[in-house]
């Protein structure tokens, strides 16, 4: 799950980066509201943690300005400005949620699962495909209750998947929501995980979940209905 923070204090940045890292998100960071809005328009985010004392621009400004342009991505204010009137406006612009500074890093992490949740049309915090079941909060995958041995940027491609089950989803997709901007796209990493996630799927199930559709991506399969989609 990948992520944009659009915010200036950089030791405040550096600290929320590295500690949704560890969460298991894919984080980059603007430190202006211009470089922020150039960042969420060319790339689907999984969502942006948008401040609004911004040095170049209003916070709101740019909230007002990613929806304008029709960037359905969930938007998440993070702000020392606490009054209502100011929630209230952030919210009315189109803002999905918003957090007062300084913030419960717990609360934080699950607020972000949560609008990531409702933007896929999900109210369980659990992804269940078949057999297969996709905790991200815990990050998790098993197979008929059996925990499937992930590394952490296998579950990340599967998460992927699963919030998409049931479509093809292509390679630059998945690069989009897994690695951040520094990715060399000219690498074959993505390649060899999607081999061993194949194979890890394919061990727990016994089946062939994970599908090469040619010349479009990849698609989970749940073990049940016709494979279909020239796999």
């Known amino acids: ?22 969460q298991g998100f894919t984080v980059d960071i603007a430190n202006t509201g211009l470089d922020g809005e150039e960042k969420a328009y060319v790339t689907d985010y999984d969502a942006v943690l948008l401040d609004l004392n911004l040095p170049d621009k209003d916070g709101l400004e740019v909230l007002s300005y990613l929806r304008s342009a029709e960037r359905n991505i969930p ?3 993070v702000s020392a400005r606490d ?26 992490t699950s607020r972000i699962r949560a609008v990531v949740r409702r933007f896929y049309g999900r109210t369980s915090p659990k992804i269940t495909f078949g057999k297969l079941g996709v905790d991200p909060a ?33 390679s630059e997709e998945i690069i989009e929501h897994t690695y951040d901007e520094d990715f060399d796209l000219f690498s074959s990493v993505l390649r060899v995980h999607i081999s061993n996630l194949r194979k890890k799927l394919k061990a727990a199930s016994g089946q062939d979940l994970l599908l090469t559709v040619k010349g479009k991506g990849y698609r989970l399969w749940d073990g049940n209905e016709k494979q279909g989609f020239g796999a």
């Open 1 to 22: 799950m990948r992520l944009l923070i659009i915010e200036d204090d950089l030791p405040l940045a550096g600290e929320m980066k590295t500690g949704l890292e560890r």
């Open 75 to 77: 938007i998440l204010i």
């Open 83 to 108: 009054t209502a009137r100011e929630r209230a406006a952030g919210l009315d612009l189109g803002a999905d949620d918003y957090i007062v500074k300084p913030f419960d890093f717990i609360e934080l």
């Open 138 to 170: 815990a990050r998790t995958a098993a197979w008929e209750n059996a925990v499937i041995p992930l590394s952490a940027k296998e579950f990340d491609i599967l998460l992927v998947l699963a919030e998409r089950h049931g479509s093809i989803v292509s």
